[in-house]
């Protein structure tokens, strides 16, 4: 890239920057602005932007991206901890997902500094989407006769866009990152509801601060009626987990009550249901904030996945949405300890958006105003490029996913769009795969994928690192994670099992905060978080732990269950 006001700044020492380098402004703090601008290069279509950025604790800078002048997204580095210097801690990937770019267009990204805090940049990454067509909602069936969407953000003050700096009346929370998003990616949309705050954007909405679920449940037919939305975007449950003695299982059945409420009165809409944000139990300062606040969000959030997953073998047009697993506790949330930051309302629009724009089966009831959602997309095999060995099952005797088990004639498994034999194959956007009793592979593909076995003994399926963090909602001791060698690449070999001690061939650790171990690939199992992450280049740190998969309520992953094939 051409810079102008930046400079490179290179040493052999700066190992945690990709090749050793990075750009940076910084005249002795004074406030100053640089570019780095190029044409891109890349096939017209739509990708991910990956933005690798140094945010550390001594001041704020600003950073804004565009394309052939329009603006992408435009965002602050607003960190409080980790050094004054930039570190492998204080290294930030931010990914903006599904943007449509077009050859020989420019490309160019500024910071601003404040302060001391010199808008380093290390790199910025283009990745082709798994559909490099552009999105077709907004002549889709979900966007009805006017071709606009009609979206409802529903929930408490989270979706009105709570935080500790700005006046109620100004609050954007993540709708502001949404319809920027939106925007973006060519899709025509309306927000609607009966409340109104924020400023730059269509303002609308449903977050009603401190509401519980029973009071969303009391009026939400009446919103319904008077603004019938296509899309629902429903986070409740916070102040329930918080302000509340009410159990988890009472809040989950009552949160089972209302998304069946919103589907009998509108069926063919798409309903996406989210987890709950993370809490800091560090920050709170609130004396309403009942006991165990923290445990019973994670308890809570792990009902969800299940709950959704039931309705959409109904054949019910609901999807999951993961804030709980996008967000982190001390990062993005701020300093109430439950409220998140700009950066969090910011990876909230992410995974908001990336649902919004998967397309589901269709519901089974076709009543209500709408018609069902229906795309032929949905019917064709994924359009991302795979081995061949990705598209059969494994061979050798070492391969406990090779199917023994027919599928039983009164079970089918439901969510995927390519299956041969027993293996499933979701569709390059977020899926939710539900197999059955019989032993199978299941392998989502690009996106945060919401994966169940169902049973029997199942493999799930990883092609390469960078596929988003799916959600396996059942893995156990009889399951596998099976690993594609060449994709993944950095040591591992094909049938070559990982070692749990510093190994050329690919390395796994699994505890508390894990740390890698030797410069080859290691994946990393957190017990805290029930995350697996893969370090393709261990101890070297010139790149962060990328994240695969987050395993419900299983602990005990070990390396015997990975197949490396």
């Not at 945060?448 to 493999?459: K, Q, V």
Request: charged letters at 20%.
């Amino acid at each position: 890239m051409t810079l102008s006001g930046y400079r490179t700044e290179d040493s052999p020492s700066l190992t945690f920057a990709s090749g050793n380098a990075y750009t940076s402004l910084f005249s002795q703090g004074e406030t100053e602005t640089g570019t780095a601008t190029t044409q891109f290069s890349g096939a017209t279509g739509t990708y991910d932007i990956v933005v690798a950025y140094f945010d550390e604790d001594d001041g704020i800078s600003k950073f804004n991206l565009t394309h052939d002048g329009v603006e992408i997204d435009d965002w602050e580095a607003t960190n409080t901890t980790g050094g004054i210097a930039p570190s492998a801690q204080s290294l930030v990937l931010r990914t903006l997902s599904n943007i449509q770019l077009t050859n020989g267009k420019s490309i160019q990204l500024t910071g601003t500094e404040d302060g001391g805090e010199a808008a380093r940049i290390d790199y910025i990454e283009f990745i082709p989407s798994s559909n490099s067509e552009p999105p077709t909602l907004p002549d889709g069936p979900l966007a009805g006769s006017n071709g606009i969407l009609e979206i409802m953000p529903l929930g408490d003050s989270i979706t009105r866009g709570e935080d500790a700096q700005t006046s109620r009346e100004q609050q954007n929370g993540y709708r502001d990152n949404l319809a920027q998003k939106l925007n973006s990616a060519g899709i025509s949309f309306d927000f609607v509801g009966s409340l109104n705050n924020g400023s730059g954007f269509d303002t609308d909405h449903e977050g009603h601060g401190g509401w519980k679920i029973a009071q969303l449940a009391d009026s939400v037919n009446g919103w319904l009626e008077s603004f019938k939305p296509e899309v629902i975007l429903l986070k409740i449950g916070t102040n329930d987990m918080g302000f509340s003695t009410t159990t988890v299982s009472s809040a989950v059945n009552q949160l089972n009550s209302l998304v069946d409420t919103i589907i009998a009165k509108r069926p063919a809409a798409k309903l996406i249901v989210s987890s709950i944000a993370p809490v800091n139990p560090s920050r709170f300062s609130n004396s309403s904030i009942v006991s165990g606040f923290q445990q019973r969000v994670a308890a809570y959030n792990a009902e969800i996945p299940d709950l959704v997953a039931s309705k959409v073998t109904q054949g019910k047009n609901v999807r999951f949405a993961d804030i709980f697993g996008a967000l982190n506790s001390n990062q993005d949330i701020s300093s109430d300890g439950f409220h998140p930051t700009e950066s969090g309302y910011e990876k909230i629009a992410n995974v908001l958006l990336n649902t919004i724009t998967d397309t589901p089966n269709p519901p089974t009831d076709n009543g209500g105003d709408d018609s069902p959602d229906t795309n032929p997309e949905d019917s064709t095999p994924p359009t991302d490029n795979t081995d061949q060995e990705d598209s059969t099952p494994p061979t050798g005797n070492t391969d406990p996913e090779e199917p023994t088990d027919p599928i039983e004639p009164d079970t089918e498994a439901t969510g995927y769009t390519r299956k041969e034999g027993n293996n499933l194959y979701g569709s390059g956007r977020i899926d939710t795969i539900v197999g059955t009793s019989a032993n199978e592979l299941i392998q989502g593909g690009q996106r945060d994928d919401i994966l169940t076995g169902g049973g029997g003994s199942d493999t799930f399926a990883y092609d390469r690192p960078k596929v988003g963090l799916d959600l396996i909602t059942d893995f156990g001791s009889d399951d596998f994670i099976r690993i594609n060698a060449s994709k993944f690449g950095n040591g591992l070999q094909a049938g070559v099992s990982l070692s749990t001690s510093e190994s050329k061939t690919g390395v796994f650790v699994s505890g508390d905060e894990p740390i890698s171990l030797g410069t080859k690939g290691t994946f990393l199992f957190d017990t805290t978080s029930n995350i697996l992450s893969y370090d393709r280049d261990g101890t070297r740190t010139r790149h962060s732990p990328i994240e695969i998969a987050k395993l419900a309520g299983f602990t005990d992953l070990s390396a015997d269950q990975f197949i490396i094939a």
